[in-house]
């Protein structure tokens, strides 16, 4: 279900302790695609340190040009030279508190930060945005979850819920 809100300060906070009951897995993404020179440096630092800061949470690291956005949407071939890192983070108080030095779900872009959070649960996605086109998307498993999100404060185009079936969700091993 597509989020028409921002889903910055309390309501970000709310939707992040909400998801780390609900999720077990958080991905970020660190497209290389449109950084050269300084910028692709500043990226590559950024990285380090999110991999450094998270280390015990870490699940999986995999390079490629597809992920939930790109995967559900269109097939981005990319440049195989400058693809991506997509990482996969255990969701526990650490990842919860690395995901509250934010508050803004749309302020989560490279190269300053990693991009393109996405929330699972049993490897099927459960959230995912890109935060450069202010999108976010919530696969809600039924009416009582839907009611709960509204709750907090997020606001979807869809008036009602509506169950999207799981063959169609994106899964990842991890």
């Known amino acids: 279900m ?8 309390k309501v970000y906070e709310d939707l992040v ?4 009951k609900r999720c077990d ?12 020179g300084e910028k692709l440096m500043e990226l ?9 800061e998270l280390e015990k949470s870490f699940l999986k690291d995999r390079e490629g040009n597809e992920w939930v956005y790109t995967g559900r949407y269109y097939p981005w071939v990319g440049n195989k030279k ?8 255990k969701f526990d108080e650490d ?35 890109v935060a450069h086109e202010d ?19 997020i606001e979807f185009y869809e008036k009602d819920f509506e169950v999207m079936p799981k063959e169609k969700l994106y ?3 991890y």
């Open 2 to 9: 597509e989020v028409i809100s921002d889903i910055k300060g």
């Open 17 to 20: 302790r909400y998801a780390s």
């Open 25 to 36: 897995a958080v991905m970020f993404v660190f497209c290389k695609v449109p950084f050269r």
């Open 44 to 52: 590559e630092e950024t990285k380090s340190k999110v991999k450094k």
């Open 82 to 89: 400058m693809g991506s890192n997509i990482l996969f983070y």
């Open 95 to 129: 990842l919860v508190e690395f995901l509250l030095k934010n508050d803004n779900l749309y302020n989560w872009l490279n190269p300053d930060f990693p991009e393109d959070i996405a929330f699972f649960k049993d490897g099927y996605c459960w959230l995912y945005s």
């Open 135 to 153: 999108i976010c998307d919530i696969y809600c498993k039924d009416r009582k979850e839907y009611e709960e999100l509204k709750a907090i404060g």
């Open 171 to 173: 899964f990842e091993k």
